[in-house]
């Protein structure tokens, strides 16, 4: 099975450098959408939810004190199968273009990391887990959702002045 490393490989491949908080959001929403559309992990390493949202512990490791992260050394790109590629360049295509910021308040508003800090303080320390069967059962709630809000759809400005979408 392909490693934690080896997405992260990968999306530095094809998007280029970015903020280590943004390359661990996209981690988290490829994890999230492979589980729904492959039915299976697309890594095992265990997802956190830590205070500025979802952390793979292993990656933070890796790029501990960096703000941005230009390449993974430590991953093989080529080590993924197609249908994973194919997850997460539509993980990228939708996500991609938002910034660390952005995703962050994204995946706070969601379940998955709500549900597994307990209702906890947002800022406070947690190394709690987020599931798989988590992100499965809400990311295919949300796919099958007739009314949910696309993320491109999303209007930044409530979210900023704290009057978050619909969807949310």
């Known amino acids: 099975m392909t490693d ?3 997405v992260a490989a ?3 491949a094809k998007r280029g450098s970015m903020s280590a908080m943004k390359l661990q959001k996209l981690v988290y929403y490829s994890q999230a959408w492979h589980l729904v559309w492959a039915d299976r992990a697309l890594f095992t390493e265990h997802i956190e939810a830590w205070a500025n949202g979802p952390v793979v ?11 941005s992260v230009d390449s993974w050394p430590d991953g093989n790109a080529a080590a993924l199968t197609p249908e994973e590629r194919e997850s997460i360049d539509a993980v990228l295509a ?13 995946t706070h508003s969601e379940d998955p990391w709500r549900l597994a800090r307990g209702g906890i303080p947002a800022t406070a320390r947690s190394n709690a ?15 099958e959702a007739e009314d949910a809000t696309s993320v491109d759809a999303l209007d930044w400005e409530d ?10």
């Open 57 to 67: 512990y292993e990656l933070f490791a890796g790029h501990r004190g960096q703000f």
């Open 159 to 168: 979210w900023e002045a704290g009057r978050p979408g619909p969807s949310q």
């Open 94 to 106: 939708v996500y991609g273009e938002l910034d660390a910021r952005k995703l962050s308040h994204l």
């Open 10 to 12: 990968y999306i530095l």
């Open 129 to 143: 887990e987020i599931t798989p069967q988590a992100l499965a059962d809400y990311y295919t709630a949300v796919a």
């Open 4 to 6: 934690v490393h080896d």
